[in-house]
């Protein structure tokens, strides 16, 4: 069996996306999901991803913003084309672009046994950046979860000790958001050194 | 597993330092022994460390940040900065990353040039690392017989491309140069002067009593907390695992090329440095192979593959790495097809290594926090990034 195959059988219903670019593959399952996939994952005899490499936060609003502007555009372009040739009967409606969740949690996998490798992907709204912790199965977890919550603002349920680990207890903004400036905000202009 | 451990407060060593009879102190950012800028605040017993907390980010420049608004070009000299100890390495594994995401091939000989590269600043990693682990133990000998050699390997680059330590090595797709014309004769020079450093600082410290007293069973560590808290490298090869990127899941053309990988067996400070002693002889017969196969090659042979002027990677996500001298280093790049990556994520192999700190100095005395700290061979450079 090939490993996507053997990752199906293994999480089941929980595969939302299976893909493979330049050889890398990656799954998304579901963000409530997490954990227990992990653990799946870890703990299936033939897969054995017992090792965690690294847990990756991106920010995609940048992506998505491109992508529903290129897809306004085309829908411009066709409604253009579709008065042209008069048809004027069929009216369309107003259609509302849908804008998927904002950031993804990447967790690199590794089996020792084999050398294979395996992402694991959780889409993570803005609204709700919650996800739960994976300390609970990896200690490895405990920095890039807290790295993430300081960069990207996703929240970890469950983390024993999340708080800031580069920049300082009350720096405000999370910093590889893709709105946050390359120069800053001017957040160590307001540091009080007196205090 | 142990219980995550509590939390000492970070900043308030003001009023209340005495809790019971436990004295509250810190060491660093700023202090000679701790290699760059790392802060740890550890409840003290006496001598006897209870439980520490490293606080990190003091050299923090935000290079992730960086390189979502460089090309991808413009970011090979940033990775110098990460480990600036064996930056080549740095290079070469962000190459890497955008060559896999490309699905470039390099060429036979352009690999080889960065195989023979990055052995050669695996040794002078090494040979930093042991000789600070010296000097901080109170043996200062040995530093200057490793420091001498490591000046020499640094000619090395100097003639390469110029700089000693941030090098810059390659280009996405391949090398920029050949190796330099007077390397092999320079090579057998420094073969036998490293391979001598290597004898004397031996004989100075490895049967050493005070050495053996300072370092064996100091933070020994078992391989399933390592493994549980992500360590690669030396400092997981010390607890004797045999894992390594360049046997395990050969990159380059080291599956060509016969060599061991030396393991230990308790993961205390004596076994790092045992292991690292013997991969720099073991690099030494990488790097012989290596330029006995590279001198076969035609003088002609591309060293570059064809990459396009501006590099433009398909939309995409990967994720590559390869084993540098302190473990895996990683980094996943994500492109949405302009000239800037998205995304990039390093994953140094200190920052997991050094979250395991706090258990790695329980109940150890002050004094061997900091033998605990350089035979982990923290980078403040690639931890903070």
């Known amino acids: 069996m090939s490993l996507q195959d053997r990752i199906r059988h293994c999480l089941q219903n929980d595969v939302l996306d299976l893909f493979q670019c330049q050889g890398d593959l990656f799954v998304q399952v579901p963000r409530d999901r997490i954990v227990q996939c992990l653990e799946k994952l870890r703990d299936e005899p033939g897969l054995e991803f017992d090792f965690l490499v690294d847990v990756v936060g991106v920010d995609n609003s940048a992506l998505h913003e491109k992508e529903i502007k290129a897809r306004e555009k085309a829908l411009a372009k066709e409604k253009e084309k579709a008065e042209e040739s008069g048809e004027t009967g069929v009216e369309n409606e107003p259609v509302v672009l849908e804008v998927p969740p904002r950031f993804d949690v990447i967790y690199l996998l590794l089996s020792l046994k084999s050398n294979e490798r395996l992402a694991v992907k959780v889409k993570v709204p803005e609204e709700d950046p919650e996800v739960d912790t994976v300390t609970t199965i990896w200690r490895a977890a405990d920095w890039p979860e807290r790295e993430i919550f300081d960069f990207l603002g996703i929240r970890f349920r469950g983390h024993h000790n999340l708080k800031r680990l580069m920049m300082w207890e009350g720096f405000g903004s999370y910093p590889l958001r893709k709105d946050y400036p390359l120069q800053g905000k001017g957040e160590e202009r307001h540091l009080d050194y007196d205090e | ?385």
């Open chain 2, 1 to 385: 597993m142990r219980e995550p451990h509590c939390n000492v407060p970070g900043c308030d060593l003001g009023s209340d330092q005495m809790v019971g009879d436990y004295v509250t102190i810190n060491i660093g950012p700023s202090h000679p022994a701790m290699h760059g800028t790392l802060r740890v605040v550890a409840k003290t017993d006496g001598e006897t460390v209870i439980e520490a907390e490293p606080e990190i980010g003091y050299l923090h420049r935000g290079v992730e940040k960086l390189g979502e608004n460089l090309t991808y070009n413009q970011f090979i000299p940033i990775t110098d900065r990460l480990n600036y100890c064996s930056s080549i390495v740095n290079n070469v594994a962000y190459e890497k990353a955008v060559e896999k995401l490309m699905g470039v091939e390099i060429p036979e000989k352009a690999q080889l040039v960065r195989v023979i590269l990055m052995e050669l600043s695996r040794i002078a990693d090494h040979q930093v690392c042991i000789g600070i682990l010296g000097v901080d133990i109170g043996a200062f000998t040995p530093f200057f017989y490793q420091i001498i050699q490591r000046e020499e390997i640094y000619e090395i680059f100097e003639w390469y491309n110029g700089a000693r330590l941030t090098v810059t090595a390659g280009r996405i797709g391949g090398q920029d140069a050949d190796l330099p014309d007077m390397f092999e004769e320079k090579w057998r020079m420094l073969k036998d002067g490293i391979r001598k450093a290597n004898d004397e600082t031996d004989k100075l410290l490895t049967h050493n009593r005070i050495w053996m007293d300072r370092t064996i069973g100091i933070s020994a560590f078992s391989a399933e907390d390592a493994l549980n808290f992500g360590f690669t490298g030396p400092c997981l090869r010390a607890c004797g695992v045999p894992r390594d990127l360049r046997k395990d899941d050969p990159y380059y053309m080291y599956d060509q090329f016969d060599f061991d990988i030396p393991v230990g067996k308790n993961g205390d400070v004596f076994d790092r440095y045992m292991v690292r002693m013997k991969e720099m002889e073991e690099s030494i017969k990488i790097i012989d192979q290596a330029y006995a196969l590279y001198r076969e090659m035609p003088e002609d042979a591309p060293l570059k593959a064809k990459v396009p002027k501006i590099i433009k990677p398909p939309a995409g996500e990967v994720y590559a790495a390869l084993e540098s001298p302190n473990g895996e280093l990683g980094f996943y790049l994500k492109s949405d097809g302009s000239d800037k990556p998205y995304r990039i994520k390093v994953r140094p192999p200190c920052f997991m290594i050094y979250q395991a700190f706090p258990e790695l100095i329980k109940g150890e005395m002050i004094a061997d926090t900091i033998a605990c700290l350089s035979s982990l061979n923290i980078i403040a450079g690639e931890l903070d990034r």
